[in-house]
């Protein structure tokens, strides 16, 4: 009796010990707000690690440029923007802009957070 009263004793405390794994997901499409063309223009900073110095400039003509030569159109709709590549079309959708940040989902999964060039980050 003693025996079972530790085994059943023992198996609750290793099941109380016992971690749940959970995974949190972004749920993106409760996020929305309209693009402010006029804060949009101008250098950006990428936050992407792999590309430390990597930049991007929306010019007030609807075009962009990168630091790596790569050139194109944009347009935006509403909390939406579309950037034309001789090749393909980029779709992004705005998750937050404020004046030294905007932060955009590009695809379904991969949301860039980009930053003032004069702007500097800690």
């Known amino acids: 009796m003693k025996n079972l009263f530790l085994l059943i004793a023992f198996c609750c405390i290793l099941s109380s010990c016992a971690s749940k794994k ?19 223009l101008g250098k950006w900073l990428t ?3 792999s590309e430390s110095g990597s930049y991007i400039m929306f010019n007030d003509d609807n075009t962009f440029n990168t630091d790596d030569n790569k050139q194109g159109t944009f347009k935006i709709e509403k909390d939406s923007i579309f950037k034309r590549f001789p090749v393909f079309v980029a779709k992004g959708r705005l998750l937050e802009q404020k004046d030294k940040m905007i932060n955009i989902l590009w695809g379904n999964s991969e949301a860039i957070k980009y930053y003032r060039a004069d702007f500097k980050r800690n």
């Open 47 to 49: 936050n992407m690690p």
């Open 22 to 40: 959970e995974i949190s997901t972004i749920d993106y499409s409760k996020i929305s707000q309209d693009f402010d063309k006029e804060k949009l």
